[in-house]
Nanobody
Framework: VQLQAFGGGLVQAGGSLRLSCAAS????????MGWFRQAAGKEREFVGA????????RYADSVEGRFSISRENAKKTVYLQMNSVKFEDTAVYYC?????????????????????WGQGTLVTVSS
């Protein structure tokens, strides 16, 4: 199983960026996908997650209304659209997958529950 996150970079505060995560080696439609981030000196935190169908999505309060998650199952790819970014959004962003089978429940926010992780992509927001 491989999850490859890409699309990070330098963005000005107030700007936008889209991250992508391409999956391989797994049955993508049996996995809810999550985005997490880790800033320097801080613990990894939940950003948002999407159920296997895309029908259920949840976000951290800190990004609600600014970030959006979507997925294209045919391409085995999940996206994180980041709008109105703030300096405090600076972090390494990770995508992760959790096997939920056919259950389309609200996706999990606990990183310890996730089965597979990507390598991370760095997002730096300049003020």
């Amino acid at each position: 199983v491989q999850l490859q996150a890409f699309g990070g970079g330098l963005v000005q505060a107030g700007g936008s960026l889209r991250l992508s995560c391409a999956a391989s080696g797994l049955t993508f439609t049996r996995y809810a996908m999550g985005w997490f981030r880790q800033a320097a000196g801080k613990e990894r935190e939940f950003v948002g997650a999407i159920s296997w169908s895309g029908g259920r999505i949840r976000y951290a309060d800190s990004v609600e209304g600014r970030f959006s998650i979507s997925r294209e199952n045919a391409k085995k790819t999940v996206y994180l659209q980041m709008n109105s970014v703030k300096f405090e959004d600076t972090a390494v962003y990770y995508c992760a997958g959790i096997n939920t089978g056919s259950n389309d429940r609200d996706p999990n926010y606990d990183p310890r529950a996730y089965d597979y992780w990507g390598q991370g992509t760095l997002v730096t927001v300049s003020s």
